[in-house]
């Protein structure tokens, strides 16, 4: 018999070449990392650290202690995940850019500054949350300090968004979760009288039939709230282009949450009354927000694929 003409590619053939070519283009990808431009801003950001360590150090222990900050350790991964996806056109016309730079870095230490002085006025919360909120300024500034406006302006959403590292100043905390428990409190009593269940309400506690419930600020929904909306700013970011309709999947994110909570509130209640009154002090209670934050997004799905639609309908519209 006579050999085949052609001779077919072996697999072990296809993938040595693959690495023989990624191993030849490894040096000029190097190359591209390793200029001075790159070399100085990770210097800068190696400082920025070391400044900034003890401050960073405190925020991580609070992402893994305090519920309301759980979402702190994501924030770099999602960040530096929307940078890797621009990372060819961020860099393409890279320029110093020394007076705005300047200029954010300086109001970055000011911040720092006036943190420092004011920490004894201060709760540690406030104290936490000036310093990181001085210390993603300062990044950013140095950011624009060796890339430019150019280059911060297709970075805007990844750097923008490392200011969820920030605690929420307390102050601004405790008129969040007060709107919260004002507007859970509402949403429960509207489906309690949807179910046709006897309740008597008076201000945040419900009254039902041997046993009365109490809507306090920890069931407010603050955190998933907080979640929700982080949730629907990276979704706008990964699926919509116009910026009223992000801002509408971002506002949609409020009334769901109220909506979630009042369906949670009413759901132990109704369970707590009729069927076990231990449910009120079990984990479906204290940890069982993950299935009502899944109905959430659930809620909030039909809201972001009409958005694209209108999107895609406008762009036919216009070709």
Sequence with gaps: MHPPLFEQPRKDDFFSSLLIRNLCNLP??????ANKRNILFISFSIIALIVFYVPFKELF??????????HIILVPFVSGYFLYLKR??????AKYSYAFGLIIILFGMMIYTIGLNQRISLTPSDYLSSMIFSAVTFWIGGFVFFYGPRSFRMAAFSLLFLFFLTPIPSIVVERMIRFLQMGSAEAAYGFFKLTGVPILRNGFSFHLSGMSI???EQCSGIRSGLALVIT????GQLFL????KKLILVLAAIPIT???NGLRIVTLSLLGTYVDPAILSSDLHKRGGIPFFILALVFMAPILIWLRKTEKKGVGDRV
């Design 61 to 70: 222990r609070h992402s893994f202690h305090e519920e309301l900050y759980s």
């Design 258 to 260: 109220i909506v979630k």
């Design 28 to 33: 000029m990808e190097i190359m591209k990392i």
């Design 232 to 235: 629907s700013i990276v979704a």
């Design 88 to 93: 060819k056109e961020l860099f393409s016309d």
């Design 241 to 244: 282009q116009t910026g009223w």
């Design 214 to 216: 109490e809507v306090a």
